[in-house]
């Protein structure tokens, strides 16, 4: 079965510059997060969606960062404009039920210039 | 509201000796669950182990368990016979489990411990 895909793995832009993450869950995973690493600290929740619903977005800088799940399946994560506060690593994580483990993708590595 | 707190940044340990790795959590759930995660360098997240509130007997997985004290609210993480490979960053994370409760389906994470394993 496969696992959480992210992609790109790696992304370099400069500030100012829109960028998108897509994120592939594990099959038939309803609960889908998006969350935000910096170096050295643990994962900090952006948004996650039950379905195609965003249900807990209290985090996410709505000035800047959009997100969607269209058919409750993929998801993308869009930064527009980007700062260079933003390099980080974006993580996606999946579960079957919202209060079960979470499965994490391998992340995109965000570099902003 | 939840927290989770590590109050370890770094841990050192002989290989093939157990390591104790320290969680403390707060929360105003009722019921919740707890998890721990290991990233190494490549930085990929992998499931460990889960702990629910409800759960008399503490978890196992292998080589690692958890060992639960529901009135100090800890949660610690325990490494025995460690390997070279279990050199990585150790996240504990804890979620409430109980539909209707504030922090229902929310995973909050700790600040993490390094572990290091010397050979």
């Known amino acids: 079965e496969a696992g959480v895909v992210q992609s790109p793995r790696y992304k370099i832009i400069e500030k100012k510059q829109p960028v998108a993450f897509w994120c592939n869950p594990i099959s038939g995973h309803n609960t889908l997060y998006w969350y935000l690493q910096n170096l050295g600290q643990g994962p900090e929740l952006l948004i996650r969606y039950e379905n195609e619903e965003a249900v807990d977005d209290s985090q996410l800088p709505k000035d800047r960062f959009s997100a969607e799940r269209l058919k409750g399946v993929d998801s993308t994560l869009k930064i527009q404009p980007a700062e260079l506060g933003d390099s980080a690593v974006y993580l996606c994580?999946?579960?079957?039920?919202?209060?079960?483990?979470?499965?994490f993708g391998q992340g995109t590595r965000l570099t902003v210039v | 509201a939840q927290k989770i707190t590590q109050t370890q940044p770094g841990m050192f340990v002989q290989e093939k000796e157990a390591v104790t790795l320290d969680c403390t959590y707060d929360?105003?759930?009722?019921?919740?669950?707890l998890f721990w995660y290991k990233q190494p360098s490549s930085g990929e997240m992998i499931f460990l182990i889960y702990q629910g509130s409800y759960d008399e007997q503490n978890a196992t997985e292998g080589r690692y368990s958890l060992n639960f004290q529901k009135a100090r609210k800890s949660a610690n993480l325990v490494i025995s016979a460690s390997q070279l490979g279990d050199s990585a960053m150790y996240f504990c994370a804890m979620r409430g489990s109980g539909a209707g409760g504030t922090s229902y389906g929310k995973l909050t994470f700790g600040q993490g411990t390094i572990l290091t394993v010397h050979p």
């Open positions: 929360t105003s759930d009722q019921s919740y669950g």
């Open positions: 994580a999946s579960s079957l039920l919202p209060n079960a483990e979470a499965f």
